[in-house]
């Protein structure tokens, strides 16, 4: 399940310390979106080493709304208290950054892998909003790019962005609490998506 697919994704593994290219957008008075397009560059060689390194495993027996469900994915994931290092260096440098410019532990990175467009993960907000309140999610997607979608809670128009190659994507304010988001599934891909999320637990 290699992937090479963008001009940018072959460099050498590199994130924008300056965030130069991130733009806030406020979805209302309480809720924000940062996207930094491209922001990890080098996005392919961490794609095809994550692959190789993380145990990946599909979750089953998942409650989603009012169905327990295998999910339609694979995941992995690393937390600061098992006392190990990241599975990669780069990534203790991306949290260490993250975690200063949104003000964040992040002592949680969960890894989504979408194989194929029949992988997905449905309208949700994060479960850890019933514990923190106003959780900030910051995602890193390589590989191929795949909608991610926003809706407010319940319902409503729908805003969508098409993430992968090194996108940065934060989620902060109410975003878990009063909006939902998803990744669907989709006819055609150009190859699999990953998904790199810093939480704190
Ligand atoms: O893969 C993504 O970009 C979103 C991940 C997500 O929604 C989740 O793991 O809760």
Not at 15 to 35: G, H, I, K, M
Not at 50 to 68: E, S, W
Not at 92 to 112: C, K, Q, V
Not at 188 to 194: F, I, K, N
């Amino acid at each position: 399940m290699f992937y090479q697919g963008s001009l940018f994704g072959t460099l050498v593994p590199e994130f924008d310390e300056s965030f130069a290219e991130l733009q806030r957008l406020d979805l209302d008075a309480t809720t924000w979106v940062d996207l930094a397009p491209g922001w990890l560059t080098g996005a392919d060689q961490i794609y095809d080493q994550l692959v190789a390194l993380l145990p990946f495993r599909q979750r089953t027996g998942v409650r989603m709304f009012d169905q327990i469900v295998d999910e339609p994915r694979l995941s992995a994931w690393w937390r600061l208290e098992s006392g190990e290092p990241e599975p990669m260096p780069i990534l203790h440098g991306m949290r260490l950054l993250l975690a200063e410019r949104y003000d964040e532990p992040f002592d949680s990175i969960g890894f989504n892998l979408y194989r194929d467009g029949d992988d997905s993960v449905a309208w949700h907000g994060d479960r850890h909003r019933h514990v923190v309140t106003n959780p900030v999610i910051a995602i890193v997607s390589v590989g191929s790019p795949r909608p991610l979608r926003l809706r407010p809670r319940g319902g409503g128009t729908s805003l969508s962005w098409s993430l992968g190659n090194g996108d940065l994507f934060v989620m902060g304010g109410a975003c878990q609490h009063e909006w939902e988001h998803t990744v669907p599934k989709v006819r055609v891909t150009h190859g699999p998506r990953m998904s790199i999320t810093f939480r704190s637990v």
